[in-house]
Every structure is written in C-alpha cells, then in structure tokens.
C-alpha cells in the first residue's frame, strides 16, 4: 500500500505502449524515478524522450523480459542507480491466437516466454531486493502488479495459447500475494485483469523473434487475428484509464483490478460449472452470432 509515490522508483516492462506507457506517464506526474523497459527500440526511444522532458529521473533499458540474463542485467542496474524499486509493473506482454493444437512449439516458447517467464523473473529478481529494504526501514513499502488478463480467469476458444500463459500469471500472482503475507506487511501484490482496451496487443506479432516471424499462419490463426483486431480495436475503455486503476489499486492495496467488471459474469459462471461438475459453457452464450460464426468459419476451412 504506497499512498505517496513522489521519489519512488517504479520499473515498468512493455514501457513503450499501452498500459505500461500510461503508468509510466501517471508515475512521471507524481514525480516517481522511472525504469523504461521494452524489446521494441523505437517505442522506447520515444517513450524515454516524452518521459524524460517531463524531468523525472529516469533509466531506459532494451531488454527481452523473457531473457534471463537480460533481465538478470536490469536488476542490477536499476539497483545500482535507484536501490530497491517501491513499484513493479511485470507487464509486457504479446497475444498469439489459433486452435491449441495448431501453434508451433516455438509460438508456444515465445508467448510462455514473454508473458510467464518475464512476470516470473520480475518476481523472483525484485521480490528480494524489495524485501531487504523493507526489512531495513519499517516505513517502507512496495507493490508488485503483474499483468494477467480476462483471459487468465476465462478460458475463450481459438487462443488457447494466451488463455494459457494468463491463467499462470493469475496463479503465480495470488501466490505471491499470499507468500508476501507470510512474511511482511510492507509489501504487496495485485494482478491486473483487462478486457479488451485499444492497445498494440493485437499487432504483437511486430516483436516475433525473426525465426518464429516466418511461420506462415493457419486459418485459424488467421479468424482470431481477425477477431482480436476488431475487439480491441472497438474497446471503450482506454489504456490511460485502466493505467490510473493500477495506481488506485496500489494505493489501496486491492488485489484483483479489472479494467469490465460486468465481464465478470462470465468468471462467475466458469466457476460454478467447475464446482457444479457440469461441462464448460457455451462462451458465446451472450453473443451467440459470434460462436455460430466462428464454428462456420473453422468447419468450413
Ligand atoms: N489491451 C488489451 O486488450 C489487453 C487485455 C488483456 C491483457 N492485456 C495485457 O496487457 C499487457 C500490456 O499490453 P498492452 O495491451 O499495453 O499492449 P501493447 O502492445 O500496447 O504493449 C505491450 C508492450 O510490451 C512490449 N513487449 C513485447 N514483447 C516484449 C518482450 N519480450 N520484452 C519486453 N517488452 C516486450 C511491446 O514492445 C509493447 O511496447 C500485456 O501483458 C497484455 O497481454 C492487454
């Protein structure tokens, strides 16, 4: 629970857009240090140099969250110039869609890579570090927000992929908040669940590594392209908005944020198919033009 956030340090990944641009922007005008981090260069120049006039302290690092070494350098580096972060933002991510049994071990390696190992080596590289200062200083506290998704709560058909990598991020982020409690009270955790929100998630396929950029998509890979451009094109809700959830959550040391609680409806009745025993419900129950087109699509193809 962080109430004032001026002179601490936040280290965002996936800096360059979206919703780790908009905290970086909300940290810079509550005079926080900032640690820029992303694996797209040119977003991240232009990112550190909007940042950077605004006069916060700031290091900007190109760094693949799901490089260990890499990763294992930025810690280093964001402990030699600022000590301890007070916030980690373990959000960059990438979406990749098709039926499960269609992605290639190495779309697999890349999203797993990206969106569990990068929150997995935030954790257990700052956590400590984190600790430590708190154990130094009674008054000192920290939050980690990782991002997950609806995804990770849901299990929508055709990016079985992403559903995947997302439901990790929920589990590993519960049990880090209740891991955290076991042993202080400076420090917490949330994890944040979005629904569709104009972002560049749906064209993360410009930071495929360039042996995966090759593969030639399926059609199925093709439909869920398709759908998730419009999706998160025609979101409602914007990336600066959900960015200044992230910061009430801290604030508040709430744990679930969700950018739609009335998707949440969804989440409800996935859970009480699970302690009813009965099968996975139709997810097209609301939308049912959008189930029927997507069978006719697939079957046809
Ligand atoms: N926008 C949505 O509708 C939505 C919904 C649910 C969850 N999310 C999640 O939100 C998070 C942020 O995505 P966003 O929506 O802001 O999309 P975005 O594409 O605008 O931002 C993601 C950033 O992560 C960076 N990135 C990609 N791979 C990286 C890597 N290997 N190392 C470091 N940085 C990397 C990208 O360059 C980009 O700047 C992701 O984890 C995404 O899965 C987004």
């Known amino acids: 629970m962080i109430q004032d956030f001026k ?3 936040a280290v965002l990944t996936g800096a360059g857009s979206g919703f780790g ?3 970086a922007r909300i940290g810079a005008k509550l005079g926080m240090n900032l640690v ?13 140099a909007e940042l950077q006039a605004t006069g916060v302290q700031l290091l900007s690092r190109k760094v693949d969250v799901s490089d260990q070494a890499q990763m294992e350098a930025l810690a280093a580096d964001v402990f030699k110039t600022f000590g301890a972060p007070h916030f ?8 990749s869609a098709g039926l499960i049994w269609e992605n290639s071990v190495k779309d697999w390696e890349w999203v ?3 969106n569990v190992w990068g929150v997995i080596h935030g954790v257990r590289l700052f956590t400590p570090m984190m600790l430590d200062a708190a154990s130094k200083d009674p008054n000192w506290r920290g939050h980690i927000v ?3 998704s609806m995804a990770g709560l849901l299990t929508p058909p055709n990016m079985g992929i992403y559903n995947v990598s997302k439901h990790a991020v929920v589990s590993l982020t519960e049990t880090l908040y209740q891991d955290l409690k076991l042993v202080s009270d400076q420090l917490s ?10 972002t560049g998630i749906s064209q993360s396929h410009r930071n495929k590594p360039a042996d995966l950029a090759d593969e030639k998509a399926t059609q199925s890979q093709l439909i869920g392209q398709a759908m998730s451009d419009k999706a998160v094109s025609s979101g409602k809700v914007t990336a600066a908005e959900v960015a200044q959830l992230v910061f009430d959550a801290i604030s508040a040391d709430r744990f679930y944020i969700f950018s739609h609680p009335r998707a949440l409806g969804n989440v409800r009745a996935r859970m009480e198919g699970i302690v009813n025993i009965t099968n996975p419900a139709d997810p097209f129950l609301e939308r049912p033009e959008i189930g029927v087109g997507l069978r006719a699509a697939l079957r046809k193809a």
């Open 112 to 114: 797993l890579g990206v």
């Open 88 to 95: 980690v933002f373990n959000n960059a991510g990438v979406g």
């Open 7 to 9: 002179g601490k340090t």
């Open 146 to 148: 990782n991002t997950a």
């Open 189 to 198: 955790a949330s994890v944040l669940c979005p629904y569709f929100v104009p």
């Open 36 to 48: 820029l981090v992303d694996v797209q260069q040119d977003a991240l120049d232009k990112a550190t």
């Open 21 to 23: 641009l908009e905290c």
